[in-house]
């Protein structure tokens, strides 16, 4: 068996072509969609998202901010910034890149962002409200995978799913979105004593640990299907995902590669919030 290589770049495409529809419309009735990029610092590899993000913006006919500060600027600054965003009638998403300087509280920092333009799904009002399945905004990563699973027809309703990592970007909402359509989901990580216990039994398996072949060919039952959210670097430098690709394509029924998988759906879906929350905005 030879695994079905699930496309992020070629579902991302598609998306964003309905991106750049839905944001012509309605800028075609004076309500052009507006997404806010604050960066805080010179973080090497921030610099990179925040380039990607505002020129995916660009190329689907939304209008973007960009606020870079040095790392120096404080707290109570960027607060007051975020503020006046909020009230910005042209502005409809705000991204504040993380992490922030140490002296900045993230927390802080999400929970100012207006839920109405929280484009990341952080703030704890959506964050709260995607466990009754009412969340404005559903967090970006997690929201691009389900869309995976829709694209290629991946039945989740009674499925065994194991998600690897626990954390409230992914891991948890991850969770909670495949139980929202009828999946029976376990949550691994760090402490969890027996990993491959839980994943020999799963048909499917999202890997967002941050660490190398976290899952290999020996661990996955045949026909799984096996999301890689991962993004590492092997031994050469390359870029790698959580997940022994090599070994698990030959076992696995569908599965992501890095890059090219989940990586490409991240910033696609922030678009489709951003969308979303114009929509909203203006009353369509």
């Given at each position: 068996?030879?695994?079905?290589?699930?496309?992020?770049l070629?579902?991302?495409?598609?998306?964003?072509?309905?991106?750049?529809?839905?944001?012509?419309?309605?800028?075609?009735?004076?309500?052009?969609?507006?997404?806010?990029?604050?960066?805080?610092?010179?973080?090497?590899?921030?610099?990179?998202?925040?380039?990607?993000?505002?020129?995916?913006?660009?190329?689907?006919?939304l209008?973007?901010?960009?606020?870079?500060?040095?790392?120096?600027?404080?707290?109570?600054?960027?607060?007051?910034?975020?503020?006046e965003?909020?009230?910005?009638?042209?502005?409809?998403?705000?991204?504040?890149?993380?992490?922030?300087?140490?002296?900045?509280?993230?927390?802080?920092?999400?929970?100012?962002?207006?839920?109405?333009?929280?484009?990341?799904?952080?703030?704890?009002?959506?964050?709260?409200?995607?466990?009754?399945?009412?969340?404005?905004?559903?967090?970006?990563?997690?929201?691009?995978?389900?869309?995976?699973?829709?694209?290629?027809?991946?039945?989740?309703?009674g499925?065994?799913?194991?998600?690897i990592?626990?954390?409230?970007?992914?891991?948890?909402?991850?969770?909670?979105?495949?139980?929202?359509?009828?999946?029976?989901?376990?949550?691994?990580?760090?402490?969890?004593?027996?990993?491959?216990?839980?994943?020999?039994?799963?048909?499917?398996?999202?890997?967002?640990?941050?660490?190398?072949?976290?899952?290999?060919?020996?661990?996955?039952k045949?026909?799984?299907?096996?999301?890689?959210?991962?993004?590492?670097r092997?031994?050469?430098?390359?870029?790698?995902?959580?997940?022994?690709?090599?070994?698990?394509?030959?076992?696995?029924?569908?599965?992501?590669?890095?890059?090219?998988?989940?990586?490409?759906?991240?910033?696609?879906?922030?678009?489709?919030?951003?969308?979303?929350?114009?929509?909203?905005?203006?009353?369509?």
């Amino acid at each position: 068996m030879t695994a079905t290589l699930i496309d992020g770049l070629a579902l991302s495409k598609k998306l964003r072509a309905d991106v750049a529809t839905r944001a012509a419309a309605l800028t075609a009735r004076g309500h052009q969609p507006g997404l806010a990029v604050v960066l805080v610092g010179d973080n090497p590899a921030s610099e990179v998202y925040v380039r990607n993000k505002i020129k995916a913006c660009e190329d689907n006919d939304l209008h973007s901010s960009y606020d870079r500060y040095p790392a120096e600027l404080s707290e109570a600054d960027l607060l007051k910034r975020i503020d006046e965003l909020n009230n910005d009638p042209k502005i409809n998403g705000i991204l504040v890149q993380l992490p922030l300087p140490k002296h900045i509280d993230s927390h802080k920092v999400i929970e100012a962002i207006a839920p109405e333009k929280d484009v990341d799904g952080f703030h704890v009002a959506n964050a709260g409200a995607l466990m009754t399945g009412q969340a404005l905004f559903r967090p970006c990563t997690p929201y691009g995978v389900m869309k995976m699973f829709e694209e290629y027809n991946i039945p989740l309703e009674g499925a065994n799913a194991v998600v690897i990592g626990r954390s409230n970007i992914v891991g948890k909402p991850m969770a909670l979105l495949l139980l929202e359509k009828g999946a029976t989901v376990t949550i691994c990580h760090s402490k969890t004593r027996d990993l491959a216990k839980h994943t020999l039994d799963a048909d499917i398996v999202v890997a967002a640990v941050g660490k190398r072949n976290v899952l290999t060919a020996d661990m996955i039952k045949p026909g799984a299907t096996v999301i890689d959210v991962g993004m590492n670097r092997d031994d050469n430098g390359k870029l790698c995902g959580d997940v022994d690709f090599a070994g698990l394509k030959d076992k696995a029924g569908f599965i992501t590669p890095v890059p090219g998988g989940v990586g490409p759906m991240t910033i696609t879906m922030l678009l489709v919030n951003t969308i979303e929350a114009a929509e909203r905005a203006a009353g369509v």
